[in-house]
């Protein structure tokens, strides 16, 4: 019997035993790749930087620049070294660190200068440009010079070049400034098509968020005003290159049939065009503008180049913390209901934080960095409230606005102290939507139909029936209640009445420009006055900075690098089998504002700002 149930039991038991071998073998494996994980994480942010022997700083940037980037630069960087590298064009690069970086390698006696190299330079907003190219002027003030080299600029690495010292341009290279312009697409057709109907709610003349839903095309009042905007921001963009180049904006961009006959004048040679037109001060071969750099800043046998430190690799000194606290708490992207996720604001996250500050005896001001086309009207109202929570508690509140604070980026601005926008700032649009499909259309005509009892109108709602008549005369009524607490909301802050408020409301668009005119905000500036105000209306002679923006966790960055690695490769794996104009509108959806992805407002109220999207 024994030998029976030896020889029955015998196989288990070795089945037993390698399940477990197994186990083990894979636990100590996540083990190991743990540890190694963390000897990498602390080898990297314990490393000294290099120091260059008097050398130039070599600004050669890659992806974009974010005021808040989704994984810290530090950790973005570890991450892409321990866990593979991802698409340059999805890098992220922290405004307000690059500007320290520029402003610290002012004063260093081992930076002797500063080189340009933006080939994998994505692009940043206008207002974020501007800010740069102000410690860019500040280092060139300093004494130091700013060399810029590429073989091909776009407008926004040319917009940084122009405060260059010297631009180089490769013989076989091009300046790209042709303007800007912006671009949404349009639904109606398509809806109809597939017999959706889309019910609108809104208040507003130029509140064109809803315009895909119910036209093919840009309405009149939405294109006079959008116009204004984008013209107020290519302006913008010509006074300032124009006047780094020491030329006048009509010399620098002379209109597209001038340029023409200027291109054709050279043969079509981009690069004698460019210096025609005193975009660029020489035209030499890569190895003729190393010569150049090597004699500026001397030759580094062991890299084999110009002696130079790249920005990320080079080493911030922390600064002291003195005096009294301001705190910098950052609302960037969409504006939805619930915690925050990657470019968006979340408004349990953005109140919390802000509670925080209110709450911290240490904390005696306190910054607001909106850079938000809007988005939830319930999110945006519970920020709002927080806010003024903190006014009431005697904590100055200064809002500075980034690239955009428009619709809810202006209804969380409200309760500030004083509110301070750049020139080129999109705020305004003043108004609420809400947007209601269903799909009984769609259904009918497959032959499927939805019916049932209901104890009241209210209570028969469903996606696959149509709207009844009571709810939809409910919701305008909220809307335009919803609209009339915004321009009240306004005209408290900013002491107007309504009917004033209402005047420059209705939607509209403003660039900085035209806000400070009408009264939306106090002040033209930048983030260097925000600062300058929160500390005068605190009273402080000695202050920092305490930027509210959480780190992410080891696990957190493991698991957004594997993700971004993903992205970076499966949609061009994708695409490659898709026909050309089919992926060009793939990537025309995915431009489209993250906010449709995020219609969450338990009341489908929406104050956003659909046209204040990228230009380009």
């Known amino acids: 019997m024994r030998t029976l149930w030896r020889i029955i039991s015998g196989p288990f038991k070795w089945c037993w035993r390698l399940l477990n071998f197994i186990r083990e073998f894979i636990l100590n494996l996540f083990l190991i790749f743990i540890i190694v994980v963390c000897v990498g994480v602390y080898l990297q942010t314990h490393r000294s930087s290099p120091e260059p022997d008097k050398g130039a700083l070599l600004v050669d940037l890659a992806g974009v620049v974010v005021e808040k980037p989704s994984v810290k630069n530090k950790l973005s960087q570890i991450g892409r070294e321990l866990l593979g590298a991802s698409s340059n064009r999805l890098q992220e690069n922290a405004l307000f660190d690059l500007v320290d970086m520029l402003r610290q390698a002012k004063t260093d006696k081992n930076i002797t200068g500063l080189v340009l190299s933006l080939k994998d330079f994505v692009g940043a907003d206008q207002v974020s440009l501007q800010y740069i190219g102000k410690a860019l002027r500040e280092f060139r003030d300093s004494g130091k010079p700013i060399y810029a080299i590429g073989d091909s600029y776009n407008q926004a690495q040319y917009y940084l070049a122009s405060f260059a010292n010297k631009i180089y341009l490769t013989p076989q290279g091009a300046v790209d400034l042709h303007g800007l312009a912006t671009n949404s697409l349009y639904y109606k057709s398509l809806l109809d098509k597939l017999k959706v109907s889309t019910h609108i709610f809104r208040v507003g003349t130029y509140k064109s968020a809803v315009e895909p839903f119910m036209r093919d095309d840009m309405s009149p009042d939405a294109r006079d005003a959008d116009s204004r905007w984008v013209g107020v921001l290519w302006q913008n963009y010509l006074n300032t290159v124009a006047a780094n180049r020491q030329i006048t904006p009509q010399q620098l961009f002379p209109g597209a049939q001038t340029m023409l006959a200027d291109l054709r004048s050279v043969d079509g040679d981009t690069a004698q065009f460019a210096l025609k037109n005193k975009w660029v001060d020489t035209i030499a071969s890569r190895f003729s503008i190393e010569s150049d750099l090597i004699k500026a800043f001397g030759w580094n046998k062991q890299k084999k180049a110009f002696n130079a430190v790249s920005i990320y690799d080079y080493r911030m000194t922390p600064e002291p913390q003195k005096g009294g606290e301001i705190a910098v708490i950052f609302a960037n992207g969409a504006i939805i209901d619930g915690p925050e996720t990657p470019g968006s604001v979340g408004s349990d996250t953005t109140t919390g934080q802000i509670r925080d500050a209110r709450l911290d005896p240490n904390v005696k001001a306190i910054i607001l960095r909106v850079n938000s086309p809007g988005g939830s009207v319930s999110a945006s109202e519970m920020i709002r409230s927080e806010l003024e929570a903190a006014r009431k508690a005697g904590k100055p509140v200064v809002v500075s606005m980034g690239g955009m604070a428009a619709s809810g980026g202006y209804w969380i601005s409200t309760p500030a102290n004083y509110i301070i926008a750049s020139p080129s700032t999109l705020t305004g649009s003043i108004g609420i939507f809400g947007v209601v499909n269903t799909f009984e259309n769609t259904l009918a005509s497959i032959g499927v139909h939805t019916d ?76 260097d006055d925000a600062v300058a105000k929160a500390a005068e209306l605190a009273k402080l002679q000695q202050f920092h900075l305490n930027w509210y923006i959480e780190e992410p966790s080891l696990i957190d960055l493991i698991l957004s690098q594997a993700s971004v690695s993903i992205y970076a490769h499966l949609p061009a794996m994708i695409q490659a089998f898709l026909p050309v104009p089919t992926s060009q509108v793939n990537a025309l959806f995915n431009a489209q504002p993250v906010f449709f992805a995020h219609l969450t407002d338990p009341q489908n109220r929406y104050a956003y700002c659909l046209s204040c999207g990228d230009v380009q």
């Open 452 to 527: 049932g009892v209901a104890t009241s109108p209210l209570a028969d709602l469903s996606a696959t029936k149509a709207l009844p008549p009571e709810f939809s005369q409910m919701m305008q009524l909220n809307i335009e209640n919803g609209y009339k607490n915004f321009i009240t909301l306004v005209g408290k802050a900013r002491n107007k009445t309504p009917e004033e408020v209402d005047k420059i409301a209705q939607g509209h668009v403003w660039a900085g420009t035209d806000a400070k005119t009408n009264g939306l905000v106090d002040q033209l500036g930048d983030f």
